[in-house]
């Protein structure tokens, strides 16, 4: 587990140098990091928009977001990757929004009994992705176990499938304001508990 915390924190550390030297525009700085992150962001972003051609174009345009803005990038924004797949998810979202009728978001709801179906899903996107350790993987899962039925789903649906809130709200069959609310407090929960382990 120490050797998989410690890979973490290297691998941490080699993005941050390398957005910080894409901030002062420094082109090999930058092939680096697209040689480094760009097989995870693409694997998010395909299953996220579900077509290839629509994961190249937001992968695109999630990188050259990345090297006009690295100079934005700070720690307190999170982790380097955290920081990136804001970006693509950011980027996918558009994408969806702009092309709504020809993407299919297909099934976004498992229908698991026990409510395990937004935990598998993250479970699933950090193992396909690699861009969580096993140790942060395991702690992921252990907080995601914490949050109530609906802050977990609607957590899988907004950051695995890249569902709008709406669209939430549609499938959850809640209101839109309960769903943010969902998400928000999720998202603190998950925070304070990840800090925390």
């Not at 140098?17 to 480094?36: I, K, M, V, W």
């Not at 839109?176 to 998202?187: C, D, I």
Request: glycine share 6%; charged share 30%.
């Amino acid at each position: 587990m120490a050797a998989s915390t410690a890979e973490s924190e290297d691998r941490n550390r080699r993005l941050t140098d390398l957005l910080h030297a894409t901030a002062q525009g420094r082109q090999a700085a930058f092939q680096e990091l697209y040689r480094l992150v760009s097989p995870q962001l693409f694997a998010v972003l395909l299953r996220i928009l579900k077509r290839r051609d629509l994961a190249e174009e937001a992968l695109q345009d999630a990188l050259l977001s990345v090297w006009r803005n690295a100079a934005s990038y700070t720690a307190e924004k999170g982790a380097p990757m955290t920081w990136l797949l804001s970006i693509c998810r950011y980027r996918a979202l558009d994408s969806l929004r702009r092309r709504r009728r020809e993407v299919s978001l297909g099934p976004i709801l498992d229908q698991a009994e026990d409510g395990q179906d937004a935990l598998s899903g993250l479970a699933g996107e950090t193992a396909e992705t690699n861009f969580l350790s096993k140790a942060e993987e395991r702690a992921l899962e252990d907080c995601m176990q914490r949050l109530n039925d609906g802050q977990r789903r609607s957590i899988r649906l907004a950051y695995v499938d890249g569902c709008t809130h709406e669209e939430i709200a549609a499938s959850l069959k809640s209101p839109v304001g309960t769903v943010k609310s969902w998400v928000r407090r999720g998202l603190e929960s998950l925070k304070r508990c990840l800090e925390a382990a």
